[in-house]
């Protein structure tokens, strides 16, 4: 099956800094991503459509400043948390469809991130 | 707009025992339906999926049959281990290039 990676699997900042995670599909190509937040003992909250060559689509409530997101190919996916606040400490996890015809959704294995 | 209703967890289990995690959904046109499985501190995986009525979805001992009429997408396992306790979510997706919309979870938890 398809394969999705994010790097870093986990990452520990300071309060103020601001932290890139990648998204790269692996064996195909994937002109949209989808990156989740997910808060401890709760489901996925969708945060934002990525899409390749334009602006990312975001959800009702969440910040496009705070929360960068830059599709610079078909296979990478870049979220940026500016000005990290410990509120921002989350599981942050990215999926992409599996292009045409397939109707499933591949997820990346996640990024912990603690903000000190 | 589209959701997904699932039994509210915790639930716990001895081994052995028989599982149902019930999911029922509402959705506009024909969605494709799944089940994915997150163990601590890891990413989700998909352990079963339906893409049209009466489809019966199977995986690792696991079932779920797409239910049109009841709209449900029930989890069942006829015989639970520790290994799998884990946080079980229901999702839906009208087409393939749109998010997933999630249940809530249903964490599972197996004791010897």
């Known amino acids: 099956g398809a394969v999705v990676s994010q790097h870093p699997s986990w990452v520990i900042c300071k309060s103020g800094t601001s932290v890139k995670i990648e998204c790269r599909s692996l064996d195909f190509q994937a002109t949209t991503m989808f990156w989740y937040r997910q808060f401890p003992k709760q489901s996925l909250m969708l945060m934002a459509t990525?899409?390749?060559?334009?602006?990312?689509?975001?959800e009702q409530g969440v910040e496009k400043d705070k929360f960068l997101i830059n599709h610079a190919s078909l296979t990478l996916s870049t979220l940026t948390v500016t000005s990290a606040h410990p509120e921002d400490s989350s599981f942050y996890i990215c999926?992409?469809?599996?292009?045409?015809?397939?109707?499933?959704?591949?997820f990346g294995p996640g990024t912990r991130l603690t903000v000190l | 707009g589209d959701s997904v209703t699932q039994m509210e967890g915790p639930v716990t289990l001895s081994e052995e025992a028989f599982l149902t995690i019930n999911c029922t959904y509402t959705a506009t046109g024909y969605p494709s339906l799944f089940w994915y499985v997150q163990y601590p501190g890891e990413g989700l995986q998909l352990l079963l999926k339906?893409?049209?009525?009466?489809d019966k979805g199977s995986n690792k001992g696991f079932e779920a049959t797409y239910r049109k009429e009841t709209t449900s997408f029930h989890l069942e396992k006829g015989s639970v281990q520790v290994s799998d306790s884990a946080v079980y979510f229901c999702a839906l997706s009208d087409r393939g290039n749109t998010p997933l919309v999630f249940g809530k979870g249903t964490r599972l938890s197996v004791i010897a």
């Open positions: 999926s992409a469809p599996g292009g045409r015809g397939i109707n499933e959704q591949f």
């Open positions: 990525s899409n390749e060559g334009s602006k990312a689509t975001y």
């Open positions: 339906a893409t049209k009525a009466d």
